[in-house]
């Protein structure tokens, strides 16, 4: 039985650390951070997985390590945030490669959910004699790509519902659209956008208030903007074949309903002001398998994160 221990927890953060640079560029592939560490506890070689159809996180590892130390290859150990691929795409195999580099030892985060890997990668490494350990901050590993985990498993994005409302539990006022975000946690809306594929609001709401759903206020990708009603409804499979692998849903209370009637929805972001309104529309009501993920007080409004029980 396999018992994580602080080195491996140190090297493992490491390569989590790394994958977070892909975050951009990596899409559709997940963010894969990787660490060489040579048997007196030196790291001689890291990389991640910059951009979709270049180089994975091992590969570039790999290409990292100076000639010099290409002998202590066979007694170093490898921490890669993500199971290695075994199957050819766009790139040869990484399982291949880190058997051909001849190191015996591999600690991995977590298995990879794509149907092409599934514990492929692990498999092929451990038949050809090189020990393999899985589950160092697993949790946190799935963390990182739970938007790839999801599209492959589900075949639809992941999910996030967002609204802003009063501290009395209306999103607007009347029917008028009122100021509930300040100049900064708007900011931080505009952060989130650049961090997922698409965006969505409802008919009204677009007619209405006009929104941009842009990144200005960040810097980023824009992300694709859509638009639904009754006769433009939105179809899950077709954003599943445009990979696009996450949704943030900005509507206003029944288009983000409509979700939650559903039970589409992965992440819930809240915006909360303290102020009141004296009537209008009702935000929409939590469901009861919403349990708190994450809570922030940023510039005197309170931002709560919602994850499925």
Request: net charge neutral.
């Amino acid at each position: 039985m396999f018992v994580m221990n602080a080195i491996d927890e140190k090297y493992m953060r490491r390569c989590l650390q790394l994958a977070r640079c892909g975050q951009h560029n990596a899409k559709p592939n997940p963010m894969v951070g990787a660490v060489i560490v040579s048997a007196d506890g030196r790291i001689i070689g890291e990389g991640y997985h910059v951009r979709c159809g270049q180089g994975h996180a091992e590969v570039n590892a790999f290409a990292s390590v100076r000639a010099a130390d290409e002998p202590l290859l066979p007694e170093s150990t490898m921490y890669v945030s993500l199971e290695p691929c075994s199957h050819y795409g766009k790139t040869p195999p990484c399982a291949d490669l880190i058997i051909n580099k001849g190191v015996r030892h591999v600690v991995v985060g977590c298995t990879d959910e794509y149907a092409e890997v599934q514990g492929r990668g692990i498999r092929r490494l451990r038949e050809a004699g090189i020990e393999v350990e899985v589950g160092v901050l697993e949790e946190e590993c799935r963390e990182l790509n739970r938007r790839f985990f999801t599209f492959h498993r589900e075949q639809r994005p992941y999910i996030i519902l967002k609204w802003a409302q009063t501290s009395n539990g209306f999103i607007d006022e009347h029917g008028h659209a009122m100021a509930i975000s300040t100049d900064y946690t708007r900011m931080l809306v505009h952060k989130m956008r650049a961090e997922e594929d698409a965006i969505l609001v409802g008919r009204v709401t677009d007619e209405r208030e006009h929104p941009q759903l842009n990144v200005r206020h960040w810097k980023g990708h824009n992300p694709q903007r859509l638009v639904v009603d009754h006769n433009h409804p939105l179809r899950l499979d077709s954003l599943y074949h445009q990979q696009i692998q996450s949704l943030i849903v900005e509507g206003g209370a029944k288009t983000l309903t409509s979700f939650l009637v559903r039970n589409l929805w992965d992440e819930i972001r809240v915006e909360t002001a303290p102020i009141t309104s004296p009537g209008g529309t009702r935000a929409p009501q939590l469901p009861a398998n919403a349990v708190v993920s994450s809570t922030v007080n940023a510039d005197g409004n309170t931002i709560v994160v919602y994850r499925r029980a």
